[in-house]
């Protein structure tokens, strides 16, 4: 059985995990060996329009996989073209981590003023009608 990844068709032989609302699946263009993607079955989109059942299991696979492959692993969802998604459809990149190739995302960053922090997370228990 073909799985249709967007616009793509993918074949039987490039998925290796499969459950009952997501499969896992080689990359075509991967950064590392062995990045991996995890997407759900369903045809979606915007990682918002996800099901409740296809988050968990999408997240319960990565993680799975991540232990498989040693734990040191950077998980990414580029959610729409603006954060880099290349095709239209939700998945989780799974990209295996060495100690010579670690990701700096926090290299030239400032750190914030406990201020700026407070008044942030103000402004978003607002937006979000929460109460901590």
């Known amino acids: 059985m073909p799985y249709q990844f967007g616009k793509y068709s993918i074949p039987d032989h490039q998925v290796f995990y499969e459950g009952e609302h997501c499969y896992a699946m080689v990359n075509t263009k991967p950064i590392r060996p062995n990045h991996l993607l995890v997407c759900p079955k369903r045809q979606v989109k915007d990682f918002s329009k996800l099901r409740t059942e296809e988050l968990q299991e999408m997240m319960r696979i990565a993680s799975l996989i991540s232990r498989e492959l040693g734990g040191v692993c950077s998980l990414a ?42 008044q942030e997370a103000l402004e978003l228990r607002q937006r979000f009608n929460l109460v901590c």
Do not use: F, N
């Open 77 to 118: 969802i580029q959610d729409g073209p603006d954060a880099g998604q290349t095709v239209e459809h939700v998945h989780v990149h799974i990209i295996p981590r060495a100690a010579d190739r670690v990701l700096q995302v926090d290299s030239d960053r400032q750190e914030r003023s406990e201020e700026e922090m407070e």
